[in-house]
């Protein structure tokens, strides 16, 4: 017999209120590459590996642990998804954003997505966080293509403001308190696995790019399918290609990422006990 997408969304849901219980997370936060070690930071933790979950899928990047923290941060109770699943390897775009759909289905009101990722704007340097206001989806497809299941949402789902003008500010509020300057801009996702040339970091410029990376767009799509509130958030791990003469690998980008994981969880603790 043949199990349906939802089915398999469901699975996962069931599996998860089975390990971690049946209190629902008020938020999930999604830790891109090098963030992973914030889920160490959620108190009573039940973690569940990714390939303990029905249909979940894994991910084989460097520095995505890829397992499933519940617990409590504060008052709060956290679901924190230390790693993501990505287009470029060899997913397609239901299986990349199948975690978001299964925090929405748990309950998740508010999700935080964090990644790692190119500045485009020269202002923009490795080490900053960037508050995302609006993205540009580059990766040829949508997570939403093929028959919409009414459970899940409308056919057409309003993207006017994928990244939540509440949410952004509260970061902001809490960027201030701390002293930590961060910046905004409008985040490109593109299909790598390959880093851009600067021909195509110039045109990304052109379009209104202000920082470029291969993941976040996806899930913010379904999160918005599903009325969950999102809150987008990129550690600025290197100049993107040609803004310096110098080139580009994943090591750097792991590296810039741990240097500024401290702040990025401090923000991260400050805007979950706000919401």
Same mark, same amino acid.
């Given at each position: 017999?043949?199990?349906?997408?939802?089915?398999?969304?469901?699975?996962?849901? &069931?599996?998860?209120?089975?390990?971690?219980?049946?209190?629902?997370?008020?938020?999930?936060?999604?830790?891109?590459?090098?963030? /992973?070690?914030?889920?160490?930071? =959620?108190?009573?933790?039940?973690?569940?590996?990714?390939?303990?979950?029905?249909?979940?899928?894994?991910?084989?990047?460097?520095?995505?642990? @890829?397992?499933?923290?519940?617990?409590? =941060?504060?008052?709060?109770?956290?679901?924190?998804?230390?790693?993501?699943?990505?287009?470029?390897?060899?997913?397609?775009?239901?299986?990349?954003?199948?975690?978001?759909?299964?925090?929405?289905? +748990?309950?998740?009101?508010?999700?935080? +997505?964090?990644?790692?990722?190119?500045?485009?704007?020269?202002?923009?340097?490795?080490?900053?966080?960037?508050?995302?206001?609006?993205?540009?989806?580059?990766? @040829?497809?949508?997570? +939403?293509? @093929?028959?919409?299941?009414?459970?899940?949402?409308?056919?057409?789902?309003?993207?006017?403001?994928?990244?939540?003008?509440?949410?952004?500010?509260?970061?902001?509020?809490?960027?201030?308190?701390?002293?930590? /300057?961060?910046?905004?801009?409008?985040?490109?996702?593109?299909?790598?696995?390959?880093?851009?040339?600067?021909?195509?970091?110039?045109?990304?410029?052109?379009?209104?790019?202000?920082?470029?990376?291969?993941?976040?767009?996806?899930?913010?799509?379904?999160?918005?399918?599903?009325?969950?509130?999102?809150?987008?958030?990129?550690?600025?791990?290197?100049?993107?290609? /040609?803004?310096?003469?110098?080139? +580009?690998?994943?090591?750097?980008?792991?590296?810039?990422?741990?240097? &500024?994981?401290?702040?990025?969880?401090? =923000?991260?603790?400050?805007?979950?006990?706000?919401?």
């Amino acid at each position: 017999m043949t199990i349906t997408y939802l089915q398999q969304v469901d699975a996962a849901v &069931a599996e998860v209120r089975r390990r971690a219980g049946e209190a629902v997370p008020d938020v999930a936060i999604v830790l891109g590459s090098g963030l /992973g070690d914030f889920a160490g930071r =959620l108190g009573d933790a039940v973690s569940l590996p990714y390939n303990e979950i029905p249909h979940w899928p894994s991910s084989k990047v460097i520095g995505h642990e @890829g397992r499933l923290v519940i617990g409590r =941060l504060g008052s709060r109770r956290v679901a924190a998804l230390s790693g993501r699943a990505h287009f470029y390897e060899g997913h397609d775009l239901r299986t990349v954003s199948f975690a978001t759909r299964v925090m929405a289905r +748990l309950g998740v009101k508010a999700l935080i +997505l964090t990644n790692a990722a190119g500045g485009i704007n020269v202002q923009l340097t490795p080490g900053m966080l960037m508050v995302i206001d609006d993205h540009i989806n580059l990766l @040829g497809s949508n997570p +939403l293509v @093929g028959a919409n299941e009414d459970a899940f949402g409308v056919r057409f789902p309003d993207m006017s403001e994928v990244y939540s003008r509440r949410l952004r500010g509260v970061a902001d509020d809490v960027a201030r308190e701390q002293g930590l /300057g961060i910046g905004h801009g409008v985040y490109v996702a593109v299909h790598g696995p390959s880093y851009e040339t600067p021909a195509e970091i110039r045109f990304l410029r052109t379009i209104g790019a202000d920082a470029v990376g291969m993941s976040t767009v996806p899930e913010a799509i379904v999160a918005r399918h599903m009325g969950v509130e999102v809150l987008g958030i990129s550690c600025i791990s290197n100049a993107a290609a /040609g803004v310096l003469p110098q080139p +580009l690998n994943h090591d750097e980008v792991m590296a810039v990422a741990r240097q &500024a994981r401290g702040a990025f969880a401090a =923000l991260l603790e400050g805007i979950v006990a706000r919401l």
